[in-house]
């Protein structure tokens, strides 16, 4: 069993991109349910209040953000790889996109229909995160053929990729980029009750699918949340104090500073010490008395750092 721990909860896209990578290279994993709506006090006292899920964990150390799950999950098991054919970098650039542009169309398409039937509260809130102040699921619900003819055009582009036999979208491997589009696809194919007619029209993307979803999930086992925090209280951090150089902001071990992510979302920024800087990632040392000293960590992209005094 690895020492991996993903903080999650089953309907959540983003964590199907995790999870589905733990079925690429086969690991075993615990699994912490968290609740859908924000009210995760174990996870927020390791985490400094860092709000998205999902969010993995090894011993004390703590990684928010997809980019910088994948990035650790990779190499701490570096085989099978989730860049074959040394097809390192790009995924990560391609992950913008997935993310940003194809992640809200998806996510239009999978909520604004079905959001007379959702729980008000959990509208509320994923319209104010992904959508901004001025976000309306019922103007999206009103736009749903202009936000269809979106991502039609989007997954159009992943079609053509896998034309010609190829099997995933780098070639006879699965690897990262397979892992981006997988977690888009698999919530529409959840979530929007038109999704079989939809997704039809994309036979090598339908057929890709098959092939990732057979990936599975590797091998999980529950645990409990208080479970989680006691690993960490037990656990040192093994991040390394460390400074770069060539950090444009200056930044550098020791400095107190905060972390916010760049969107509109209204999310709260994380403070802490920092403890490890480099051009892809910052983290910081934080102190809860429910898990003792953690190192989180975020990815640079997409983040901004505040030095605080
Ligand atoms: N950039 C983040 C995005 C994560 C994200 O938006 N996750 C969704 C769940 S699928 C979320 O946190 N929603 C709000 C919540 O669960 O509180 C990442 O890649 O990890």
């Not at 997704?199 to 339908?206: A, D, E, R, V």
């Not at 403070?271 to 990815?299: K, M, Q, W």
Request: some cysteine; aromatic content about 10%.
């Amino acid at each position: 069993m690895s020492d991996l721990i993903l903080h999650h909860y089953p309907p959540s896209p983003v964590s199907e991109k995790i999870r589905a990578g733990f079925g690429l290279k086969k690991l075993a994993w615990r699994s912490v349910e968290q609740n859908r709506l924000p009210e995760r006090p174990e996870l927020f006292a390791m985490t400094g209040g860092y709000r998205r899920i999902p969010v993995l964990q090894a011993g004390a150390d703590i990684y928010c953000d997809t980019q910088l799950i994948l990035a650790e999950m990779d190499a701490r098991h570096p085989e099978p790889s989730f860049f074959p054919g040394g097809g390192f970098g790009m995924p990560f650039a391609v992950s913008r996109w997935t993310d940003d542009e194809l992640f809200i169309s998806a996510m239009k398409v999978a909520f604004a229909p079905a959001a007379d039937k959702l729980p008000p509260a959990l509208v509320a809130d994923r319209t104010r995160l992904y959508l901004g102040p001025d976000g309306d699921m019922a103007k999206e619900r009103a736009d749903l053929p202009h936000t269809l003819s979106q991502l039609r055009a989007q997954l159009g582009w992943i079609e053509d990729r896998l034309s010609g036999g190829r099997a995933y979208i780098l070639g006879d491997a699965p690897g990262m980029p397979d892992l981006l589009v997988w977690f888009i696809y698999w919530f529409v194919k959840n979530r929007y009750a038109e999704a079989d007619v939809f997704l039809g029209q994309f036979p090598n993307l339908t057929a890709w699918a098959g092939r990732v979803e057979a990936l599975g999930n590797g091998s999980q086992t529950p645990m409990a949340p208080q479970e989680a925090l006691d690993v960490a209280k037990a656990a040192t951090p093994i991040t390394p104090e460390q400074g770069d150089p060539l950090d444009p902001q200056g930044l550098a071990p020791g400095m107190h500073a905060s972390v916010q992510p760049l969107t509109d979302s209204g999310e709260t920024a994380v403070s802490g010490v920092i403890r490890f800087v480099s051009r892809d990632r910052i983290a910081l040392t934080l102190e809860n008395p429910l898990c003792g000293t953690v190192a989180v960590h975020f990815p640079r992209v997409g983040y901004r750092v505040t030095p605080s005094s």
